[in-house]
């Protein structure tokens, strides 16, 4: 079993909006944070956003932060990202990843990583 499959990402106009999704492996990361980063082309990978195992509680970029909101589905054991009012510096590669019980915006805080999904937006 793959423990973290991202799915969603694909070509949108700037202002439009986007769901991402991330289903993880109950078994593993039920009492884990769970986060989402990002990889622009010729950038490093940056963090978005994460959610507490619980779901109480996220934390998001700057750069997202009233755009972007993070939930989490505790029965169906997925996470989802839904992108508003997108913008052409949102184009990247993003990673789904799986943290500690406890982790921040920190990369090396997680341990597990998805394959990845592609958002690519226009102007």
């Known amino acids: 079993q793959v423990p973290l499959v991202e799915s969603g990402g694909r070509s949108v106009q700037a202002g439009e909006s986007l769901r991402l999704s991330c289903g993880y492996s109950?078994?593993?990361?039920?009492?884990?944070?769970m986060g989402w980063f990002r990889r622009a082309p010729e950038k490093d990978r940056e963090f978005v956003a994460a959610?507490?195992?619980?779901?109480?509680?996220?934390d998001y970029a700057d750069s997202v932060k009233g755009r972007f909101t993070l939930s989490r589905d505790k029965v169906n054991n997925t996470i989802t990202l839904q992108m508003n009012n997108l913008k052409p510096e949102d184009t990247a590669v993003y990673y789904c990843?799986?943290?500690?019980?406890?982790?921040?915006?920190?990369?090396?805080?997680?341990?597990?990583w998805g394959q990845g999904t592609l958002v690519t937006v226009s102007s």
């Open positions: 959610i507490s195992w619980s779901g109480a509680a996220t």
């Open positions: 990843a799986a943290g500690r019980r406890i982790s921040g915006s920190s990369e090396v805080e997680y341990s597990t």
């Open positions: 109950g078994r593993l990361f039920s009492k884990h944070t």
